[in-house]
């Protein structure tokens, strides 16, 4: 390793106790606090874009962690071959937003991911209130003033009901649906890389989640959490409702369907004539969670949906037909029944499977004697 040049200080020296709480690093009028707690931590060509080649000759020097940084920052001007003064002044500019960065990634590492999810999201929100209170364009943000007026007539429209398409915006604004989709997808572009830690950490979980998770953080009636979706839907990541319940997932409209779909059919296969209770629903979600990944109460939810409800604890298939109500009554006569002098009591308990769906003298019978139920029907001697 090269040796310092005419430094008031050595490398062992800058290296801080472990008592010092933090470590105030100098240049010209203005400074930087390092706290202890990242003193051991490296810091990278990538945390300092456009100074990568600087900072790698830093590292070269034996500057690699930020509790071996100086305190009087001007000394690496001093360095053999020179960094030179606007190149120290462009590395000094970012440390204080490069500390803050590995202080925030410090203090997430010790969250659990669901703590730290929510943590990043009240972050969002918070800046999201603060700079939409802002007069003059969001320069300083590096997202277009535009972006947030265009998403917001959306989020307008949204809660009105509508959707409003890039030709009635372009229409509202007087420019074309071309130059309000190369605005809202540069727009949604800025806001992602700017929050990419929490779409980091939305993928990981739905990776790790079978592609869809829980989104009870997630109001879209909310104005920055729309701004937010908006954003992730050019990334893949969709928003939606599954029964009352809301959902982040990595498949589209199309693939969603399908899933839905797939996990209904499972379930009137499962509980063709019979009676659900609650549990047996439960126990169902439990086992599909775990082959597909899937959180148990997504899983539950789609299943709910094939259900209808007949008590607190006791339901039929949605898609039950008067046949399906007349053979699980059957059923429950494994000796057979003479349909005919006891109609009514039949009628009765077919009606507790579908309410109010048998009516009057030979309903019952009636789908009894149908020719295509007579195979159906025959193991109970009914004629």
Not at 58 to 79: A, C, H, K, S, V
Not at 176 to 193: A, C
């Amino acid at each position: 390793m090269e040796q310092l040049v005419e430094l008031g200080e050595t490398r062992e020296n800058r290296i801080y106790s472990e008592n010092e709480l933090e470590h105030v690093i100098v240049y010209q009028d203005k400074e930087v606090i390092v706290p202890q707690e990242i003193f051991h931590m490296e810091f990278g060509q990538e945390d300092f874009f456009g100074n990568m080649k600087t900072i790698e000759e830093m590292r070269n020097y034996g500057y690699r962690t930020f509790g071996e940084l100086p305190i009087d920052f001007q000394q690496l001007e001093q360095l053999k071959g020179g960094v030179g003064t606007v190149k120290v002044e462009q590395i000094f500019a970012t440390l204080e937003t490069v500390v803050e960065s590995m202080l925030e990634d410090n203090k997430l590492n010790q969250m659990a991911d669901d703590e730290r999810l929510t943590y990043k999201l009240n972050q969002f929100v918070n800046w999201y209130h603060d700079v939409s209170n802002l007069d003059q364009p969001l320069i300083s943000q590096r997202i277009s003033a535009k972006y947030f007026k265009f998403v917001k007539k959306r989020y307008s429209a949204y809660l009105n009901g509508n959707h409003l398409t890039l030709e009635q915006l372009g229409n509202k604004e007087g420019v074309t649906r071309e130059r309000i989709r190369q605005i809202l997808k540069k727009g949604d572009g800025q806001l992602i890389e700017k929050w990419r830690k929490i779409h980091s950490l939305l993928q990981n979980k739905l990776r790790e989640n079978g592609g869809i998770i829980l989104a009870e953080c997630l109001n879209k009636e909310s104005e920055a959490f729309f701004m937010l979706l908006h954003a992730f839907e050019t990334e893949g990541i969709y928003f939606d409702v599954i029964n009352h319940t809301a959902i982040l997932t990595v498949k589209d409209k199309h693939e969603l369907e399908s899933y839905v779909e797939t996990i209904q059919q499972e379930v009137q296969r499962a509980f063709s004539l019979h009676v659900i209770t609650n549990e047996e629903l439960k126990t169902y979600s439990k086992e599909r969670s775990i082959v597909d990944h899937v959180n148990v109460k997504i899983i539950f939810e789609i299943a709910l949906d094939a259900v209808n409800w007949l008590s607190d604890d006791q339901g039929v298939l949605k898609n039950m037909t008067k046949s399906d109500a007349v053979e699980m009554v059957m059923l429950q006569y494994p000796n057979g029944v003479e349909v005919y002098k006891r109609e009514d009591e039949l009628i009765n308990k077919a009606n507790d499977l579908m309410p109010n769906s048998f009516h009057g003298e030979r309903s019952f019978n009636a789908i009894i004697g149908r020719e295509d139920n007579q195979d159906r029907f025959a193991l109970w001697g009914a004629w």
